[in-house]
Each structure stands twice: as structure tokens, then as C-alpha cells.
């Protein structure tokens, strides 16, 4: 199944100070979705925010709010993250024992059930879950931090995962150190969904938005293309 190329700026790298603002702000410029990294300072060595922060923001926009959950366990808090507007609820798969069980409980809450693999995470990893899952979120550096450096071995991890999920209606995301130059190779192996942070919100205005996320959209369709 083709989906289209979707941008998802991750308001990570936004000013947070005036979050309500950057989200209406990166989705006038042209955001698809808008990516909301959540963090514990346990699963990854960083903290960022939880489903009121969320739920404060979701009067700013009605786009997809696509939500990467970074915590373990993330089970207890599913509910909370669904009542807080998130319309993609995505675990990780290194977060929990019971993958299976999260990406039902995700669908049965009513949103689309993502699972992540972190870089040294096989593709292997998620096989048996393929048909309770929406999306596939691919790291392409190791989560935690924006501004990193694209890992180019992930091209191939992107391919076989595009392989193995066949005809599924299956979204494949790329997050981590995509730019202009990067976003034509994710989309070639077979991504659809881009989260870019630094590459979009470094120019800290709407028209610098709207020119990052048309040159990485650019990129992304002529490389598929
Ligand atoms: O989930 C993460 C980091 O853990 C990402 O969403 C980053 O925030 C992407 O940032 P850039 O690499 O695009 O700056």
C-alpha cells in the first residue's frame, strides 16, 4: 500500500516557552502531523512532558497529534495519553514485555497503535505483531535527544521492515537527524512519515518552518519518485 509522504515536525526542538504557539505556527507552514516526543529520564536519558502538556496543546490545531512515548512502562499511562488527544499512540518495543498486549489496549482505546524500535532493535522484533499495529516508527538515531546524527545503516533496517510489512496498511516513520539531505534516502527505502526536529524549527519563524518542511518534502517525494 502507497501512503502519501507525511511531514511531522517534533515540537521537541520548538521554543517552549510558547508551545500552544509553535504548533499552530508549524502546522500553518505545512506539518502533516504534529510528532510530540515524551520522555521519563528512564527509558531515555532525557525529560520533556506528560498528557497535560498535551491536552493544553490540542486546542491548537486538529492535526494528528502523533505521539512517540518514550517511557517504560508505558501500559499504566496509555489511557491518559488517549484522553489527552493523541491520535497515534506509539510504544516502544524494547519498553515491555507484553508488546502485543500495548498495541491492543492502544486500538482498544480507540487511536492508531505505533510500536518504535530503537538502532540496535532487529526488525525481527516486532514480526508477530504486524497485524495490530498502524505504524512503525524507525529510529534513526538513539532516542533521547534532538540534533543528532542520522545513522545510515538504518536505510537498510527501513527496507526490510517495507519488505515484511508487504501489503499491510502499515505507516513506516523515520525520527532522528532528518534533513534535505537525508529525507530523499529514508523515503527511497521505504518510509512515508518524516519527523524532523532541529531541521524544521532552527529557523524560529513560520516562513522558515514553511521552507524546511517544503525542502524535506521535496526531497522525500523526488527520492520515492
Ligand atoms: O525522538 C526523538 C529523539 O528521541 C526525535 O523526535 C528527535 O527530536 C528528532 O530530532 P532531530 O534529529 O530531527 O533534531
Not at 212 to 218: K, V
Given at each position: 500500500m502507497i501512503h502519501p509522504i507525511r511531514i511531522a515536525p517534533s515540537i521537541l526542538a520548538a521554543d517552549f516557552s510558547k508551545l500552544g504557539q509553535e504548533v499552530r505556527d508549524v502546522v500553518d507552514a505545512g506539518a502533516d502531523w504534529v510528532h510530540l516526543d515524551v520522555m521519563d529520564g528512564?527509558?531515555?536519558p532525557n525529560i520533556t512532558f506528560g498528557p497535560d502538556v498535551i491536552k493544553s496543546l490540542r486546542p491548537y490545531t486538529d492535526a494528528t497529534f502523533d505521539?512517540?512515548?518514550m517511557i517504560a512502562p508505558a501500559d499504566p499511562f496509555l489511557e491518559a495519553f488517549a484522553k489527552a488527544g493523541c491520535d497515534i499512540l506509539t510504544v516502544?518495543?524494547?519498553a515491555g514485555p507484553h508488546l502485543h498486549r500495548?498495541?491492543?489496549t492502544v486500538r482498544a482505546l480507540g487511536k492508531k497503535a505505533g510500536v518504535s524500535l530503537n538502532p540496535a532493535t532487529p526488525e525481527s522484533t516486532i514480526e508477530y505483531v504486524l497485524d495490530a499495529v498502524d505504524l512503525i516508527l524507525v529510529m534513526t538515531v538513539n532516542p533521547g535527544f534532538g540534533g543528532q546524527k542520522?545513522?545510515?545503516e538504518m536505510e537498510e533496517k527501513i527496507r526490510r521492515i517495507k519488505a515484511m510489512v508487504g501489503d499491510r496498511p502499515i505507516e513506516i516513520e523515520v525520527d532522528g537527524g532528518v534533513t534535505p539531505d537525508t529525507a530523499g534516502a529514508v523515503a527511497?527505502?521505504?518510509s512515508n512519515v518524516l519527523v524532523a526536529g532541529s531541521a524544521v524549527f532552527k529557523g524560529g519563524s513560520v516562513e522558515a518552518y514553511r521552507g524546511?518542511?517544503?525542502?524535506?518534502?521535496?526531497a522525500a517525494e523526488t527520492g520515492r519518485g
Open positions: 528512564h527509558f531515555v505521539c512517540h512515548l516502544h518495543a524494547e500495548s498495541l491492543q542520522f545513522i545510515a527511497r527505502a521505504g524546511a518542511i517544503a525542502a524535506i518534502r521535496a
